[in-house]
Structure formats: C-alpha cells, structure tokens
C-alpha cells in the first residue's frame, strides 16, 4: 500500500527523472518514467546489481504483519531482507539517500517487550550504520490510502475498509498519528530533494514535510 503511495507521488513530481521499481511480480502499471524490474528472491540482489548503481535515492516500502509469526520469521522479512537490498545499494551508491519505512513504536534498544518494534528498531540501528549520504526512518502510526490505493494483503485491507469512516475523524482529531500515502510519498521526495533536520520521522514530522 505504502509502494503503491509512494510510486503515484514520484511520477507526479516533475524534479523525478525516472523511477526503478523492484518488484516480485508485475503490477501492470504503465508510465513513461516508470521502469519495473521483476526480481523473485528478495534475500540476493547480486543477480540484479547492475541495475542498481546511479541511483540517487531508494525508498524502501516493504513491509509484512507480525501477526502469527515467530521472531525468527518476521526477522526474515523485515531485517534480512532490508539489509539484502541496503547493503549492496549502499556500496554502489554511497552518494544515495535511503528511506526506510519503519513504524511508530520502533525499539532501537533492541530489548524491549514488543517483539515487532525490536526487529524493527533492530533494522533501523544497521541501516544507520551503513555508508549512504543519508538515511531516514519515516515511523508512522495509521495510514490513510488515498486515490484508489488499498493493500494487497486482506489482513490489513479489511481493517482498512471498516476503519475507512473514522479515517477523516482521526485525522482532525489525532492529527499527530495520522498520515496519507500521498504525504508519505511527498515526503520521501522531499527528504531525498532537501534532507531533514532529524534521522527519524514521526507521523507528524512526515506531515510537515
């Protein structure tokens, strides 16, 4: 949901060129600065790392429920296969601003009772580490899709749908923990266009943007 928010925005703003989309399988989408690259095994990028140098940001959106996972396996998807794709990013493009999308409650101590916001704050600390120009954690709370755009994956598309009235409520009411895709897209450009004052970016920090 956040890629797809985020893809819409970087088409839209005329200072971006062109846009590389690593994907797992085709989204159908069409554009003329719109490249998609299909790639199946997100754990090795050395397959593709020809395609990855002269890039001036990546925007890393990926993202999966813990829910019913073991630490183990929500690691897999949320610390391993960040670094796969950072690492070689970051040794091609030392020059490139890297974003992570995060989430709000992030435990960089990596100590702490939430299993999720450890291994979140577990990816944070090693994409900190690693030699871009720049990197920012966007850590959002609730997420707004706009523009037709929904998850692909029920569990979250669900709550989305029975959330969606109170959506505009939540948003005046608790501005501070509510974003929208298109404010995450924006920002992410605006991060990679200007920087930001601070490495970590809370809803409301996205928002102001």
């Known amino acids: 949901m956040v890629g797809q928010g985020v893809i819409r925005e970087c088409l839209l ?3 971006v060129e062109s ?4 994907v797992r399988s085709p989204s159908g989408q069409r554009h003329r600065k719109l490249r998609e690259l299909v790639h199946a095994n997100f754990f090795d990028f ?14 890393f ?3 999966a429920t813990s829910a019913g996972k073991t630490e183990e396996q929500y690691s897999r998807v949320t610390y391993d296969i960040t670094m796969a794709a950072a690492e070689p990013l970051a040794r091609l493009n030392p020059g490139m601003t890297f974003v992570f999308v995060s989430g709000a409650g992030a435990d960089t ?9 450890r291994v979140k704050g577990k990816a944070e600390n090693a994409l900190a580490r690693l030699p871009f120009k720049a990197v920012y954690m966007f850590r959002p709370a609730v997420i707004q899709p706009m523009h037709g755009i929904q998850s692909r994956t029920a569990l979250y598309r669900i709550p989305y749908l029975l959330l969606r009235p109170l959506i505009p409520w939540l948003r005046k009411r608790f501005p501070q923990y509510v974003t929208t895709t298109e404010q995450l897209g924006r920002a992410m450009i605006a991060v990679a266009k200007h920087g930001a004052p601070k490495r970590v970016l809370e809803s409301a920090d996205i928002n102001e943007l």
């Open 13 to 15: 703003d005329p200072d």
């Open 19 to 22: 846009v590389l989309s690593i």
């Open 46 to 59: 050395s397959p593709i790392e020809r395609e990855l140098s002269g890039l001036d940001a990546a925007f």
């Open 61 to 63: 959106c990926l993202g």
């Open 109 to 117: 101590t990596e100590r702490g009772r939430v299993m999720w916001a």
